[in-house]
């Protein structure tokens, strides 16, 4: 099956950094989605992105389909930014795939 | 309903216990998945559900994971003679369909946890 990896896996900012992360898959996709999960361990659905970017208020993404990647930057961090970041993608034959995630730490 | 509702949020049983896990999801919403979480991993694909029928079950571990959606709601995911390894926090999630969009995104409940002693 597909393969998603995600970097860095940790990450420690202090508030009001900015920071990239990123997620690289194995195949060609027709699905990318970006999911904050919060401490209380609610996942939270941020971007629908197969290619393109989008951008949410202090939140972008960015899918380079072609090259396999995508980036999600986070601006001017808060605290309640904290939790974990997870990349799930899907080539239309199966369900969504995670990565292992990026756990992000915003420290006041 | 809201948002994807799931019970118990909280389950403690004996190895060798059956367990049922139940799913609501969103009123309307015919695409209902099942993931499992352990501890510092991403959440793990188990089935898929369009309608009533299981679509994909390939990521069920064994035989001893089931899961049902018989009138195209509700889903009950049903472990048999549990093991210690299946401790984690099972995920369900739905959406419209199976094509998602920016407007049809995969939304998911608050988890069940099972810790099997």
């Known amino acids: 099956g597909i393969q998603v990896e995600q970097s860095p896996p940790d990450l420690i900012l202090q508030e009001g950094a900015n920071s990239t992360l990123r997620c690289n898959f194995s195949?060609?996709?027709?699905?990318l989605q970006w999911f904050h999960q919060n401490p209380w361990g609610q996942l939270i659905n941020l971007f629908y992105?197969?290619?393109g970017t989008k951008q949410n208020g202090r939140l972008s993404a960015t899918t380079v389909a072609t090259e396999r990647y995508s980036l999600l930057y986070i601006s001017s961090s808060q605290t309640t930014d904290s939790g974990v970041y997870f990349c799930?993608?899907?080539?239309?034959?199966?369900?969504?795939?995670f990565g292992s995630g990026t756990r992000l730490q915003v420290q006041p | 309903g809201a948002g994807v509702s799931q019970t118990p949020s909280n389950k403690v049983t004996e190895k060798g216990k059956y367990v049922e896990l139940r799913c609501d999801p969103i009123?309307?919403?015919?695409?209902l998945y099942w993931y499992r979480q352990s501890l510092g991993q991403g959440p793990e694909f188990l089935i898929y559900?369009?309608?009533?029928?299981?679509?994909?079950d390939s990521g069920l571990p064994n035989d001893r994971f089931f899961a049902v959606r018989p009138e195209g709601s509700v889903s009950t995911l049903k472990i048999q003679r549990t093991e210690r390894g299946d401790s984690a926090v099972y995920l369900c999630?739905?959406?419209?369909?199976?094509?998602?969009?920016?407007?049809?995104?995969?939304?998911f409940g608050a988890g069940s946890r099972l810790t099997v002693l």
């Open positions: 999630a739905s959406s419209l369909s199976r094509q998602f969009s920016g407007a049809n995104v995969l939304t």
């Open positions: 195949d060609s996709v027709n699905n």
């Open positions: 992105i197969p290619s």
């Open positions: 799930a993608v899907d080539t239309g034959r199966r369900a969504l795939t």
């Open positions: 009123s309307g919403h015919t695409a």
């Open positions: 559900f369009q309608g009533t029928g299981a679509a994909d």
